[in-house]
T-cell receptor, first 112, second 115 residues
Framework: SQQGEEDPQALSIQEGENATMNCSYK?????LQWYRQNSGRGLVHLIL?????REKHSGRLRVTLDTSKKSSSLLITASRAADTASYFC????????????FGKGTTLSVSS | ETGVTQSPTHLIKTRGQQVTLRCSSQ?????VSWYQQALGQGPQFIFQ???????GRGNFPPRFSGLQFPNYSSELNVNALELDDSALYLC??????????????FGNGTRLTVT
């Protein structure tokens, strides 16, 4: 079963624009992670935010977490063509947090 | 540091056959997890191994089994293949920490097609 659900399913923007993806989940979590997947390849970890954190930054990435609404957002600023990929949120499946439940992902297309 | 490697990259099998997929974990990692990703879907957790023991399992039948070896490499075995087993199988390694916030490092997967 899917824990996280991303919204929108697909997003098309121009280079230089910002991209925002949202994730909703169902049960309480220890942390939430975002991953990127280029077509047909493995996932790459982007950022992890703990349940007691509200916002986190990493380069052009900004993640927010609202545990009261069970939702998170990923903002990519000044998008580049190389950001074209699928983006997944993932929540911890077990106490250790090393088994994750992924959503269906948002497919981002950045055109130059 | 050596990343996660998976073999083979592509595989075609017939329904009813058995398949073994292999994974070499990133150096320094002691935990390996396997995920199944159907086309257009997110990865689904199959199971995880820590110190050669199964350490959690998702909603997959017993015909999905695994092994982790002392060098932390791993195998995923699937018996009695079904058409719905066609998917990208991803291996991910991590270092299991008590704080529970260890990111996963994924290989590029094995694309399995069952005909």
């Amino acid at each position: 079963s899917q824990q996280g659900e991303e919204d929108p399913q697909a997003l098309s923007i121009q280079e230089g624009e910002n991209a925002t993806m949202n994730c909703s989940y169902k049960t309480s979590i220890n942390n939430l992670q975002w991953y990127r997947q280029n077509s047909g390849r493995g996932l790459v970890h982007l950022i992890l935010i703990r349940s007691n954190e509200r916002e986190k930054h990493s380069g052009r990435l900004r993640v927010t977490l609202d545990t009261s609404k069970k939702s998170s957002s990923l903002l990519i600023t000044a998008s580049r063509a190389a950001d074209t990929a699928s983006y997944f949120c993932a929540t911890d499946f077990n106490q250790a947090g090393t088994a994750l439940i992924f959503g269906k992902g948002t497919t981002l297309s950045v055109s130059s | 540091e050596t990343g996660v490697t998976q073999s083979p990259t592509h595989l075609i099998k017939t329904r009813g056959q058995q398949v073994t997929l292999r994974c070499s974990s990133q150096s320094g990692h002691n935990t390996v997890s396997w995920y199944q990703q159907a086309l257009g879907q997110g990865p689904q957790f199959i199971f995880q191994y820590y110190r050669e023991e199964e350490n959690g399992r998702g909603n997959f039948p017993p015909r999905f089994s695994g092994l982790q070896f002392p060098n932390y490499s791993s195998e995923l075995n699937v018996n009695a293949l079904e058409l719905d087993d066609s998917a990208l199988y991803l291996c991910a390694s991590s270092f299991l920490q008590g704080s529970g916030d260890s990111p996963l490092h994924f290989g590029n997967g094995t694309r399995l097609t069952v005909t």
